[in-house]
Nanobody, 117 residues
């Protein structure tokens, strides 16, 4: 069993920055893919960024150049540095971990990010 807990959300002005963190606990295998997703009210959940066990990253076009995903395998944490925030970034942000075998996914409870003047 794996538990994921997000933190770092809050209210920020347009153009501002936030850093989200996801702490993983339980039995964590070495080979995992992790990612950040977000969901605004009335919208579907969408991928923001993902990071492979090798450290290779992928970003949604909407956040490319503004957000940076990172992982610390020793501490079992996942980070998301968000810069130049826009009102359309407002959403609940979720952390996800994918296990290779047996194939399984875990989700955090989410943390609210609100970008508003």
């Amino acid at each position: 069993q794996v538990q994921l807990v997000e933190s770092g959300g809050g209210l920020v002005q347009p153009g501002g920055s936030l850093r989200l963190s996801c702490a993983a606990s339980g039995t964590i295998p070495r080979l995992t893919t992790m990612g950040w997703y977000r969901q605004a009210p009335g919208n579907q959940r969408e991928l923001v960024a993902s990071i492979l066990p090798t450290g290779s990253t992928n970003y949604a076009d909407s956040v490319k150049g503004r957000f940076t995903i990172s992982r610390d395998n020793a501490k079992n944490t996942l980070g998301l540095q968000m810069n130049s925030l826009k009102p359309e970034d407002t959403a609940v942000y979720y952390c996800k971990m994918s296990l290779p075998w047996p194939r399984k996914e875990y989700w955090g409870q989410g943390t609210q990010v609100t970008v508003s003047s």
